[in-house]
């Protein structure tokens, strides 16, 4: 399984996310899980993920089809 950040939340559920982080004085993350595996990735394709991973500041992750 694999969870990212949501970034299609609709103005009612960001408002009632904003509604409970005032609620609750915190501040909160949404994530939308998926049923994914990760991809079986030699050491080339590893070497490659992790160069672009660094020269774009971000994390990636391999996944199988």
Known sequence: ML???S???GEK???EIGALE???G???LAFSCHPLDPAEIDDRQLK???ELEEK???S???VGH
Do not use: P, Q, R
């Open 3 to 5: 969870c990212s950040l």
């Open 7 to 9: 970034t299609k939340l």
């Open 13 to 15: 559920e960001l408002a």
């Open 22 to 24: 005032e609620e609750l």
């Open 26 to 28: 915190v501040t909160m």
């Open 48 to 50: 490659g993920i992790k």
């Open 56 to 58: 774009l500041g971000i």
């Open 60 to 62: 990636l992750v391999a």
